[in-house]
């Protein structure tokens, strides 16, 4: 997940591969609230790994449940068998209405019925979202809820710590014109208390979002309880209803999630070599609502197949169709259609999505908001979003994913590119959808990046989507960033680049550490590094062939090897005189070249050596070229040096730099010396926070995107 204040998305043209979801967020944190009313143990699989079911997972455990994790993405939760172990607590549950309005539920009629209190807050957002029919609906039922601060929203008081009379002769009233969340909660909830008479639920206005009334439905029948439904306005739970553990239970792949690679695969001609894009985890027998995303996306032009369990989608009628559509039936999938219009061939409207008004954010009114500063034309209502594309023939990337005329060139502060599209900086409001679906604008005909603002936003849902996403779309490597940090031994670069790239996202390339890596890789091949056989030309070239084969990564602080973390491997003594023998071969050195050239990968790259700027991305937009007066430098390394118990002296240390120096600046091949076009950076006065701050200033002037 990518922890930065924003993240900067290079112009993309095309898109091919397999997406695996992650699990589905209402399922899963429906399953986890089920699994603990139940009685006895269930295996949750599949399980969603996100900031909202950590929330309830956190929650469960502070009321007194069991939770052992089991694997990666699954847990065995101990059921509590509707009994309260613990009968005060107070709860915090973020921005998370999955968590939230199904306990207010779930906590409201035990701590009525057995005697408890519980508070339950979260953060600024989750206290401006309404909850008020929610709390009627209970109070209804004779438990006492108290608003602490604000009347129909919260935080609550669930209980008062004395036992309460429930009310169940008469039919529970909610509305559901605001949220299918509240009736959701009580469908979950009454079958704690339906011991000796039905339960009976009375929805009094319109239902919208039903498909998510159907999961809550489906979902209760697996842990045993069937509840009669008259049309959408009547639910009855049955009386004697109690919860059963089915023992194990997979949670389906994220639907909601799926619509923004359906929307990927609509709007992104195939990488060549690619059959469009195919998403694993869920598909057409899902019994998500979202699923029906898939519709919305055919009549737009794209071309969906599947089965039970898998999606491939491609890109089919261009421009997309423009659409007017009554959106009640996926409610979160539709916000995926808004970014879809951006590149359809008219105005599209999407109607009968009030439920966007109180959502994480007021959701119509960002997609207005941040649609508008890409360059397109909308207008919304109390119910309904209308979005005219950026002004011009509607289009995006061509067919066949070649970039567009001159679109690598920057484009200034507000300028307007190809068909009216504009440069844009995307406020994301604390939603996981905002972020997700603008994403998508990197497609755009103008060839212009885009900025996602608080991009771990996502991790509400979908932790890795952005990973996700780079790892199918595809765009020429000249339009994927680099950094370069050039400089001389000791001027602190490597420390200057794993700080940038930490702070943007960025890959990493250690190019220092390459000629180690491959004198490593040789001695667990059991390839001999001596001269003699480095003279010998067969034996070069199966050592070039090892090193253009390297599978090396570079994260801040580490390096890692076929998986493996080698860094203190590369320290030693034997790794650095290797190193230096196998410098000398041609055959590894052009390999080392390619392999560079190859961790070029999106969203973009720093790269740390002497040559980087000169030789290996000379085309760079930036390249820093970094020192220190070789004295500065010197008592840098001794600090270093002393600081983990290394005896050193100063004058040697300083000698030794000045030697090696002039050795790296009169070597015939890529001597060190700053690209014609380096900013040159003394850092002998600076902290490495001064450092970062001044390329990070640099950079983000060349990104030359509107300032909020």
Known sequence: MFDIP?????????????????????????????????EGPTLVEDLLDSDDTRVMLAALRQLGCAIEETGPASVRVQGLGGRLPVREAALFLGNAGTAMRPLTAALSLLAAAQGARFELSGVPRMHERPIGDLVDALRQLGCPVACLQNEGYPPLRLGDGTVHPLRLDEPIRVRGDVSSQFLTALLLALPLVAQERDAVIEVTTELISKPYIEITLKLLQRFGVDVRREGWQRFTIPRGSRYASPGRIAVEADASSASYFIALGAIAPATPGTDGVVIEGVGTDSIQGDIRFIEAARLM???????????????????????????????????????????????????????????????IAAMAIEGRKLGATIEEGADFIRITPPAGPAAGPPQGGAAPSGSSEPHAVGSVGA??????????????????????????????????????????????????????CHTPAERIPVICIDGPTASGKGTLAAELASRLGYHLLDSGALYRLVGLAAEREGLSTTEADLREPAHAERLGRLAAGLDVRFTPG?????????????????????????????????????????????????????????????????????????????????????SKGIPAILDDLLADLKARDARDMNRAHAPLKPAEDAVLLDNSELDIEQSVQFVLNRWHGQQAFPVR
């Not at 992650?22 to 429906?30: A, F, V």
């Not at 959106?327 to 219009?341: F, G, K, R, S, Y």
């Not at 034997?574 to 390619?594: F, K, N, T, W, Y």
């Open 558 to 642: 580490k390096t890692w090897l076929e998986g493996e973390d080698v860094t203190e491997a590369l320290r030693a003594e034997p790794a650095g005189m290797a190193a230096s023998r196998v410098s000398a071969v041609p055959q590894v050195r052009a390999a080392l070249v390619d392999l560079q050239l190859q961790m070029r990968h999106l969203p973009g790259l720093v790269a740390d050596g002497r040559d980087m700027g000169t030789v290996i991305f000379p085309g760079a937009p930036l390249k820093i070229y970094l020192t220190a007066s070789a004295e500065q430098r010197a008592q840098r390394r001794h600090k270093q040096l002393i």
């Open 6 to 38: 924003s993240l900067d998305l290079p112009s993309l043209i095309s898109a091919g591969g397999r997406v695996r979801l992650p699990g589905s967020k209402s399922i899963s944190n429906r399953v986890l609230l089920l699994a603990a009313l139940s």
């Open 301 to 363: 032009g794209a071309e969906v197949e599947g089965d039970g369990n898998r999606l491939r989608v491609r890109r089919g009628a261009w421009p997309l169709k423009a659409i007017d559509l009554d959106c009640n039936h996926i409610p979160d999938a539709a916000m995926t259609l808004a970014v879809m219009a951006l590149y359809a061939d008219g105005t599209t409207t999407l109607r009968n999505i009030a439920s966007w008004r109180v959502k994480e954010t007021d959701r």
């Open 419 to 472: 068909h009216g599209w504009r440069r844009a900086s995307i406020h994301t409001y604390d939603d996981h959808r905002v972020a997700m679906c603008f994403s998508l604008a990197a497609f755009n005909p103008a060839g212009l990046p885009v900025r996602i603002e608080d991009p771990k936003c996502v991790g509400k849902t979908f932790p890795d989507y952005f990973e996700t996403l780079f790892g199918v």
